[in-house]
């Protein structure tokens, strides 16, 4: 199977400095925002922007969960999660957009192969998705 992939998108009402900064802070403003699908989130190092490690378990059904160990990286308006326990990277792109921000998340992953990787890329982005909105909105709520 080749790349899997989710992607989802919210207009906030901050300027694209404040929210990449939010974005970033993986020690105040990352716990706040997370949905109920991540379990035991740390801060392994840093916690601010570029050179943060951090884990958390990611529940994303009942029956699938990942253990992911995040570093980032950051380049002018994109955050960048590298999951060193797999192939998943996930990027945060900030641009402006009127008087606040445009912030969107894509998550992608090399997907399994066979019938399950055909699932996989069917339902996972579905899953996924509604994942990435959730704590979407709350950034928003949390910047507004």
């Known amino acids: ?7 989802s998108s919210i207009v906030v009402a901050a300027d694209p400095q ?10 105040t403003i990352r716990p706040r925002i997370l949905s ?19 884990e958390w378990t990611l529940q994303a ?4 969960s ?12 994109t955050l960048t999660e590298t999951d060193a326990n797999s192939s998943m990277v996930t990027t945060y792109t900030v641009t402006p957009d009127g008087t606040g921000s445009k912030v969107t998340v894509e ?24 994942i990435q909105a959730e704590v979407l909105g709350n950034l928003s709520r949390e910047l507004a």
């Not at 199977?1 to 992607?7: E, L, P, R, W, Y």
């Not at 109920?36 to 951090?54: F, L, M, N, P, S």
């Not at 059904?61 to 699938?64: D, F, G, I």
């Open 61 to 64: 059904t009942e029956k699938r």
């Open 18 to 27: 404040r929210t990449l900064a939010a974005i970033g802070d993986y020690e």
């Open 107 to 130: 998550t992608s992953w090399k997907g399994a192969g066979g019938i399950g990787g055909i699932f996989e890329g069917i339902f996972a982005p579905l899953g996924l998705k509604k």
């Open 1 to 7: 199977m080749g790349q899997v992939s989710a992607s």
């Open 66 to 77: 990942r253990n992911v160990r995040a570093t980032v990286t950051v380049s002018g308006s």
């Open 36 to 54: 109920a699908h991540y379990r035991d989130y740390k801060v392994i190092e840093g916690g601010q922007g570029a050179g943060t490690v951090a």
